[in-house]
C-alpha cells in the first residue's frame, strides 16, 4: 500500500505546481520524487499526472488522491502532535512579522516559543504585509501576524490585539492650537506607509470613504524612514500612540487633534487552514498573552499584562 512519502510527494507536487518544488520542499532530489509517484501509479494502477502537459498537471484520479493526500497527511501531523509533549515537538517555524511588532514585543514571542517548545528553531522574518500575505498564500512561511485588513478563504485569523495611531509631526510644523479637520491636515505633506503595507491599506481606504484627497503624499515602506521624515520636519504621519510617547515627551513630536481620529488596527495571526496543528495553536496562543504594542524594543521579561494573560501559562 502507499506510504506517507508517497502521498507527501503527490500533496506538494500539487501544492507548489511542480517536482522540483516539491523536492525542494521536502528536502530531496527531483528523481526520488518522481520515483515515489512512479511506484504510487504502479500500485494504483493509475496515472496521477497528465504525462502529455508540459506543466505538472494532475489527472481526475489525481486530483482525488491529492485531496484524500492533504487530508491524511493533517490525520497524520494532528495524531503526532496530540500524544507528544510540547517540549518534545522538533520543528522549524518560520514566522513572518511587520516592522511595528518587531520593534515592539517580538523579544518575549520568541523567548516563550524557547519556554515552551525548546526543540522548535523558529525563524523570524520581517517584511510588508503585503509580501507577507503572498508568501503564506504560497506557502513559504508557517504564520504571520499582521493588520487585519486581508481577506483569504484559505487563511485563518486569530485576533492579537489593537493599535492606536494617532497623527503626529515635529513640533511647530502644524501651525494649529486645537483641533483640527481631515481636510486640513491633507494640505501638509502626509506620509504614509504605502500599499505594500496593511496599516497603509486601511488608512488610505479610510481617508478615501472621508473623501479626503491626499496631493501632498511621500510613501515608504520602511517605518524607520516614516520616523525619521517625521523628526526632520518633512512631513505628517501616523505613529502608536503609546509607542511613541516618549518621543513626544522628548519634544522630537508632536501629537496632533485631529477629528475623526484614526480606527484602531487590529492584529492578527493568519496560518493557511489546511496547516492547522497543535503547535501553531499553541504559538497563536503564546502570541495573543504577550502582544503589546505599548513600548519600543521590549526585553524577554513578562510585563505586568503578559503576567496577568499567563496565569494559566500552557498554551495546550
Given at each position: 500500500m502507499w506510504t506517507y512519502k508517497q502521498l507527501e510527494a503527490v500533496y506538494w507536487i500539487a501544492?507548489?505546481?511542480?517536482?522540483?518544488?516539491?523536492?525542494?520542499?521536502?528536502?530531496?532530489?527531483?528523481?526520488?520524487?518522481?520515483?515515489?509517484?512512479q511506484e504510487l501509479e504502479l500500485q494504483l494502477e493509475t496515472e496521477l499526472f497528465d504525462r502529455t502537459a508540459r506543466s505538472s498537471?494532475?489527472?481526475?484520479?489525481?486530483?482525488?488522491?491529492?485531496?484524500?493526500?492533504?487530508?491524511?497527511?493533517?490525520?497524520?501531523?494532528?495524531?503526532?502532535?496530540q500524544f507528544r509533549r510540547p517540549d518534545a515537538i522538533a520543528r522549524r517555524l518560520r514566522l513572518g512579522v511587520t516592522e511595528?511588532?518587531?520593534?515592539?514585543?517580538?523579544?518575549?514571542?520568541v523567548a516563550l516559543v524557547q519556554q515552551y517548545y525548546p526543540r522548535v528553531t523558529i525563524e523570524p522574518e520581517v517584511d510588508s504585509s503585503v509580501?507577507?500575505?503572498?508568501?503564506?498564500?504560497?506557502?513559504d512561511i508557517d504564520l504571520i501576524i499582521v493588520p487585519d485588513v486581508f481577506r483569504e478563504g484559505r487563511a485563518v485569523c486569530t485576533r492579537l490585539g489593537s493599535v492606536q495611531n494617532v497623527w503626529m509631526c515635529k513640533p511647530?510644523?502644524?501651525?494649529?492650537?486645537?483641533?483640527?479637520?481631515?481636510?486640513?491636515?491633507?494640505?501638509?505633506?502626509?506620509?504614509?506607509?504605502?500599499?505594500?503595507?496593511?496599516?497603509g491599506l486601511m488608512y488610505s481606504r479610510w481617508l478615501k470613504d472621508h473623501g479626503v484627497e491626499?496631493?501632498?503624499?511621500?510613501?515608504?515602506?520602511?517605518?524607520?524612514?516614516?520616523?525619521?521624515?517625521?523628526?526632520?520636519?518633512?512631513?505628517?504621519?501616523?505613529?502608536?500612540?503609546?509607542?511613541?510617547?516618549?518621543?513626544?515627551?522628548s519634544g522630537q513630536l508632536q501629537m496632533l487633534d485631529v477629528n475623526p481620529p484614526l480606527p484602531e488596527t487590529t492584529y492578527v495571526a493568519m496560518h493557511l487552514a489546511d496547516?492547522?496543528?497543535?503547535?501553531?495553536?499553541?504559538?497563536?496562543?503564546l502570541a495573543q498573552s504577550c502582544c503589546n504594542f505599548s513600548r519600543l524594543f521590549q526585553d524577554a521579561g513578562p510585563s505586568p499584562a503578559d503576567e496577568a494573560a499567563n496565569a494559566n501559562p500552557s498554551p495546550l
Open positions: 501544492r507548489l505546481g511542480g517536482f522540483s518544488q516539491a523536492a525542494a520542499k521536502l528536502h530531496t532530489t527531483q528523481s526520488a520524487i518522481s520515483r515515489r509517484v498537471r494532475l489527472t481526475e484520479k489525481g486530483e482525488e488522491l491529492a485531496t484524500l493526500a492533504a487530508n491524511l497527511l493533517a490525520q497524520r501531523d494532528a495524531a503526532i502532535e511595528l511588532t518587531a520593534m515592539t514585543w517580538l523579544p518575549r514571542l509580501s507577507l500575505r503572498d508568501r503564506l498564500m504560497n506557502d511647530g510644523l502644524v501651525n494649529t492650537r486645537g483641533s483640527m479637520t481631515l481636510q486640513e491636515l491633507a494640505a501638509y505633506r502626509l506620509l504614509s506607509q504605502g500599499v505594500l503595507s496593511g496599516t491626499v496631493e501632498h503624499n511621500l510613501q515608504s515602506s520602511s517605518l524607520i524612514a516614516l520616523i525619521g521624515l517625521m523628526v526632520s520636519g518633512i512631513g505628517v504621519s501616523y505613529l502608536p500612540a503609546d509607542c511613541f510617547a516618549s518621543m513626544v515627551d496547516q492547522r496543528s497543535n503547535l501553531l495553536a499553541g504559538i497563536v496562543m
